[in-house]
Structures are given as structure tokens and as C-alpha cells.
């Protein structure tokens, strides 16, 4: 990691919070498209100017659910980047400094995590989002990993969008490092955010890396559930088979069991 390309990116990254900030409160965007497009815009100038390329494979769904696996909070940056979208987040990130207050702005539906009944409050939000036409993405994992594997699937989002009727897309995502960053960096510890890291002297360390790639692959279409959303947990176990047959055949990656996590 470059100390002076960390420093360098990271004040870029502050102009670029301070003028995606002011279009905000300039324009004040008020329907869930718009919302959508300036999250659109923001990410993928962010993208470019961190010098992160995105390789994508299929199509972004149109509307509907799109599940994914997770690795870093850069995940939504990238989904986002490559088309207007609604994602659904823990509640938490709303009392973040500036990020709350933009991920509130794009429209973000929030779930209350260890709360009962935090999937139905949410359903409203992606509804109003799948009506308005835009997809809606989240990531059934509920927690990041080191790309090592899959964890174990939740039911509560999935049933949600399910008993909407909103056809659910997989997709899949991985981060690759095309130039030599040393030999103590990796994806899996440098790119991946995972476990009890400070996140700011992660993103800092991730800033002065070079040749950072993402990938992402969606399905060739939605997912056919084998039963209805009575048999939710049957559903998620499908939807991560879906997930994982993307990172096989797409990725050569085997199923492996992935190690301790960190919520995001």
C-alpha cells in the first residue's frame, strides 16, 4: 500500500463527497428514480476516479430483487455504478456522518437488524422500489466475508420479495488485484472487509492500492423457486445454490465454508 496514493485518493474522494453532497441538496431529488440515478452517477465517477474497473457479465435486471454474495462495503459502490438501483442496508448506517445522510437521499430502505419483524417493515420500501421500477438489491449473507465461501443464506428479505411478487435475479461479484501491491496484500484481507477491522484504516490501506478490479456476473434470468414463499428457508437454500453455481461456474471457485464475518 502507497501511503502518498492513499492520502492523494482520499482528498479526491472528499471533493467528490462535497460535490455529490451539494447536487443533493441543490436538486433534491423527490421520486425513487431520481434518487437511484444520482446514487448511479456518484458511484461511477467514484469508480473512475479511484481507478477501479468493473467487468460485468449478463444483463442488470430491470426490475425485481437481485441477491448477491458480500464481501466489502465497496459492494454497493459497484452495484451501483454499473445501474440505478435501490439497496436495503442495516438501519445503523443512517447515523453515520454524510453517509447516512446520502444513503438516506438515494433512498436506501433500512432494516432493523435483531428486531422483530424487520424484513416486513422493510417490504413497503422494495415494494414502493420494484413499483417504481427500479431493482432492488440486498444480500442475504447479512454480513461480509473474505470470499473464501458462501455463509448461510437468511429467509427474511427473500420471503419479502417473493411474496411481492418480484422475480429474484442471483448474481455474484469478486475482486481481483492486477498489479503487485506487495507481498503482504491480498484480496481476501486488503480488498474483502471482513471481521473486527477498524473500517476507516481499512478503507485508508484499500485507497493506496493498485489494480483493484471488481467482477460481476447476474444470471441469465430469475430464479424459478421449487416451492411458494410458505417454505421460505427451502427458497433461501435455493437462492444460495443459485449464488454459489455463479461463483463456479463463472469464478472456478469450489464451495468452501467462509470464516468469521463482520455485519455491514
Known amino acids: 500500500m502507497n501511503f502518498f496514493r492513499a492520502a492523494g485518493r482520499s482528498v479526491r474522494l472528499v471533493g467528490m463527497f462535497v460535490v455529490a453532497g451539494v447536487e443533493l441538496a441543490v436538486t433534491q431529488p423527490e421520486t425513487r428514480e431520481q434518487r437511484a440515478d444520482w446514487l448511479h452517477r456518484f458511484c461511477a465517477r467514484a469508480m473512475r476516479g479511484m481507478g477501479i474497473e468493473i467487468k460485468v457479465s ?6 425485481g430483487a437481485v441477491i448477491s454474495n458480500h ?20 438501519a445503523e448506517i443512517r447515523s453515520w456522518p454524510v453517509v447516512g445522510w446520502m444513503t438516506t437521499m438515494s433512498g436506501t430502505v433500512y432494516v432493523e437488524r435483531g428486531h422483530g419483524g424487520s424484513a416486513m417493515k422493510a417490504r413497503a420500501g422494495m415494494q414502493a422500489a420494484v413499483d417504481a421500477g427500479l431493482p432492488v438489491v440486498f444480500f442475504p449473507e447479512g454480513t461480509t466475508s473474505n470470499g473464501s465461501g458462501l455463509l448461510k443464506f437468511h429467509s427474511g428479505l427473500l420471503a419479502q420479495a417473493m411474496d411481492g411478487g418480484a422475480p429474484v435475479t442471483a448474481a455474484c461479484l469478486r475482486y481481483e488485484l492486477g ?31 493498485r489494480g483493484v478490479s471488481a ?5 441469465e434470468g430469475p430464479m424459478e423457486f421449487s416451492s411458494g414463499v410458505l417454505h421460505r428457508k427451502q427458497a433461501a437454500v435455493e437462492a444460495r445454490a443459485a449464488v454459489a453455481a455463479l461463483r463456479t461456474n463463472t469464478f472456478g471457485e469450489g464451495e468452501q465454508v467462509a470464516g468469521e464475518m463482520h455485519h455491514f
Open 215 to 219: 467482477e460481476v456476473r447476474f444470471a
Open 58 to 63: 449478463g444483463s442488470f435486471p430491470k426490475r
Open 179 to 209: 498489479e503487485d501491491n506487495g507481498p503482504d496484500v491480498s484480496v481476501a484481507d486488503d480488498v474483502c472487509y471482513w471481521g473486527d477491522r477498524n473500517m476507516w484504516r481499512h478503507v485508508f490501506t484499500f485507497l493506496g492500492l
Open 71 to 90: 464481501l466489502s462495503y465497496l459492494d454497493i459502490v459497484v452495484y451501483a455504478a454499473v445501474h440505478p438501483c435501490v439497496f436495503v442496508s442495516k
